[in-house]
């Protein structure tokens, strides 16, 4: 694969001089920021001249930071932007003028859909932060991902110099000794159950909610669910919250609100197990920092939650409270189960080694600045018209994923979008692949698929690449969460399918595709293929014939 192109002045073992960081907001206690931070020490220590540049920051960050808007007069051509990515920042336009070379460290963006009912005005601010990072494309010389969960979403937005960088953790952060008070009022004999995050919707404290309330009752009423961070009460989801906590009526729930590094590792210095039901993680250092401290963790297998595992704690597939409730006594009262769990979390940690990763950290970097980075493959020809069908390759004797055999087969330059089953292995890039049937691009799904009774998750991943298209989109079906996320963003010309049995449900599809939204009944296969042909055939649809 060719190399990526480094200019001239960039080259050379050392790099370049001035390396400089941009976040939207730099934040104390987030992830992003203490991230950022983080490889500021790194780059100085290895000589750079390393500022931070931000649009907002905390005020216990002011000493940290430089305006964004400062930045395009005080870099060089010989400057390098390294862009962190994970919300809208409302910057492109400014990193695009700025002289130098830009490379995007992607750490992920929480789907709008995980939003939606509770945060409107964030949900609107993620759709735009995914239009953002297909916008930042030709303005990046490389991108970096935490993750192959992130890094694949990179790739199917057409990034074509995407590499996985190991993520940086200065665990002495960790090793603030606990908060004695805190300690002492917490270490009473109870089980003390642990989640660290802010309360927004995506992270599913409900859940551990649920998951808690399934646990006192059934196993251990001894027991006390901790939720250290950032809580607004007065906020849609804070009041849901609160209003679910008293409806399902458990004891000892304390939401902790913001807590300093001390009471931190007084909660973490008791905890019986650490739990995570969040919905979407592009990385998740909690679940790092609760296998350091030797508390076995329990998570559910989202997003890349269990690439950052790597087998190490406890992933679930199941979102069911008492399932997961089970799992928490089973880890309480086998201490050979526990030991096992926290020995294997022990090792996962050892892969993080400080050391070897700040060198793995200047190697990837230097492989940019060097001219040594890879590049994905080269993509095919544009697709004419884009076949989406999640349930494609997970359900191939479903209805739709027959019909989108069966429209492949009749229509060139078609492509299939679909989601990757658990047998199929990440590839760096989605595709093309070719099983018993069209060539197929494959996507991780969101969220953990169930049965095949249950709906399909939604793939970030393959909503960006829809995005990323130019050509027509064919839902098959409408009902998926891929279709009810990409629908309303959709500015090309779209066509879709929808089963019989869900024919009459009026909704958000009916009125956006109109006359070009088909029913499939069980028996009408053959007529729901011609009919789709030839709407997608007459004049100004992707396969009518222009003279």
Not at 283 to 309: D, I, K, N, S, W
Not at 337 to 345: K, N, P, S
Request: proline fraction near 8%; include cysteine; charged fraction near 20%.
């Amino acid at each position: 694969m060719p190399p990526v192109k480094t200019r001239p002045e960039a080259a050379g073992t050392n790099g370049p001089r001035h390396i400089h960081q941009f976040v939207a907001r730099l934040a104390w206690g987030d992830a992003v920021g203490n991230q950022v931070r983080y490889l500021q020490s790194l780059l100085r220590s290895w000589g750079h001249v390393s500022e931070i540049y931000a649009e907002q920051w905390d005020d216990s960050c002011r000493e940290q930071v430089r305006p964004a808007r400062d930045y395009p007069r005080e870099a060089s051509r010989d400057s390098v932007l390294i862009v962190h990515h994970s919300f809208e920042s409302r910057m492109v336009p400014m990193i695009a003028r700025s002289p130098g070379r830009k490379l995007l460290v992607y750490h992920n963006v929480t789907p709008a859909r995980l939003f939606e009912g509770f945060e409107r005005k964030v949900a609107i601010a993620c759709d735009a932060a995914r239009a953002e990072l297909l916008a930042m494309r030709e303005h990046m010389d490389a991108a970096f991902a935490y993750s192959r969960f992130s890094a694949e979403e990179l790739a199917a937005a057409g990034y074509r110099h995407v590499a996985v960088l190991p993520f940086a953790i200065d665990w002495s952060c960790f090793d603030t000794p606990p908060d004695a008070t805190l300690q002492a009022e917490l270490d009473d004999g109870c089980a003390n159950i642990l989640f660290v995050g802010r309360a927004v919707p995506s992270k599913r404290m409900d859940d551990v909610l649920r998951v808690f309330t399934a646990y006192q009752r059934l196993y251990q009423p001894r027991s006390r669910l901790l939720i250290a961070g950032a809580l607004n009460r007065d906020s849609p989801y804070g009041a849901f919250l609160l209003g679910l906590k008293d409806l399902l009526g458990p004891e000892r729930v304390h939401f902790l609100g913001r807590v300093s590094a001390a009471q931190l590792s007084a909660c973490f210095s008791v905890a019986t197990a650490y739990l995570s039901m969040s919905r979407h993680e592009g990385f998740g250092v909690p679940l790092l920092e609760a296998m350091y401290r030797g508390v076995p963790v329990v998570a559910h297998a989202a997003a890349a939650v269990p690439e950052t595992m790597a087998g190490a704690g406890i992933a679930t597939l199941s979102r069911d409270p008492m399932e997961v409730a089970q799992l928490l006594a089973v880890l309480e009262r086998s201490a050979p189960l526990r030991t096992q769990v926290i020995d294997a979390q022990r090792a996962r940690v050892a892969a993080f080694s400080q050391d070897l990763v700040a060198e793995q950290v200047r190697e990837a970097l230097s492989a940019c600045f060097e001219g040594r980075m890879p590049a994905l493959p080269a993509p095919p020809e544009p697709a004419r018209v884009e076949l989406i069908c999640p349930g494609y390759s997970l359900r191939p004797d479903a209805p739709m994923s027959r019909l989108t055999r069966a429209l492949a087969s009749r229509v060139p330059g078609a492509r299939v979008l679909a989601l990757r089953p658990r047998t199929l292995a990440p590839r760096a890039a989605p595709g093309p692949e070719h099983i018993d049937g069209p060539p197929v691009w494959h996507f991780t799904a969101d969220q953990p698929v169930g049965l095949p009774a249950e709906p399909l998750p939604g793939s970030s991943a393959m909503e960006t690449a829809a995005r990323a298209s130019s050509a027509p989109h064919v839902y098959l079906g409408v009902d998926t969460e891929v279709a009810a996320t990409l629908l309303p963003l959709a500015s090309a010309p779209a066509w879709g399918a929808r089963s019989a049995t869900e024919a009459r449900a009026e909704g958000d599809a009916s009125q956006r595709l109109g006359a070009r939204l088909f029913e499939l009944a069980p028996d009408s296969l053959d007529a729901t293929v011609e009919a789709l042909l030839q709407s997608l055939s007459s004049r100004g649809g992707p396969l009518h014939e222009r003279g």
